[in-house]
């Protein structure tokens, strides 16, 4: 059963350390996406890739999170520093060329 | 700017009953219209989508239907069931990137 897997679940960290928060994309899935859900905002796109390049990461804030893919089966969200502001559960997603996305269950990050 | 409204932002169905989910969008370059369905704890899952060359599409007890001229979608949902409580998110994108989701809806069906 295929699937998108998000590391770690859930993360409790201090002001001012760096998260880094993982996801396996589905294999041969070709475009990953970051989502970020919190009540006020809902789901904002906060970036994406295809075939392991940056397409739009205009929804992310430039000063301290940044988003790569190493390799095809990896995608990294790293936020540095973090602060309260940044909780929220953080979803990658992934979907073939000219596919829907499917989503991971998320990591929920607490940032106290 | 909100590209898609929802409506409404929750709801209330006896068991049986019809839920009926409201979307508008401003994009008229969007051509992708997905709903996802999200339950507590995990993430939004795709449960239906049209494109904007139909007015119609059902799945099951599940049913879209557009309204180009209008710029809006629905999602109805017949003989709702205390199952289908959870979340549920329209959407639109222009093919398949960079979807823009709507507020979210909770749906709750009572016995």
């Known amino acids: 059963d295929a699937r998108v897997t998000q590391t770690p679940r859930h993360k409790v960290t201090e002001m001012g350390q760096e998260v880094t928060m993982r996801c396996q994309p589905i294999l041969g899935h070709n475009t990953v996406f970051w989502y970020r859900q919190t009540m006020m905002q809902g789901l904002e796109l906060l970036a994406y890739f295809r075939n392991r390049a940056p397409l739009d990461d205009s929804g992310m804030p430039k000063d301290r999170f940044s988003a790569e893919m190493p390799d095809a089966t990896l995608a990294t969200l790293k936020i540095q520093p973090s602060e309260p502001r940044d909780s929220a559960v953080y979803f990658c997603?992934?979907?073939?060329?000219?596919?829907?996305?499917?989503f991971g269950q998320g990591t929920r990050l607490t940032v106290v | 700017q909100q590209q898609v409204k929802q409506s409404p932002q929750s709801l209330i169905v006896q068991k049986g009953g019809i839920s009926i989910i409201n979307c508008a969008y401003e994009?008229?370059?969007?051509?992708?219209f997905p709903w996802y369905q999200q339950f507590p704890g995990k993430g939004p899952a795709l449960l239906i989508a049209i494109r904007p060359d139909v007015s119609e599409k059902k799945e099951g007890r599940f049913t879209i239907s557009f309204n180009k001229s209008a710029k809006q979608f629905s999602l109805h949902i017949m003989d709702s069931q205390p199952g289908d409580s959870a979340t549920y998110f329209c959407a639109a994108s222009r093919g398949y990137q960079k979807v823009t989701f709507g507020t979210g809806t909770k749906l709750q069906v009572i016995p």
């Open positions: 994009n008229t370059a969007f051509d992708y």
């Open positions: 997603a992934s979907g073939p060329a000219g596919g829907e996305a499917f």
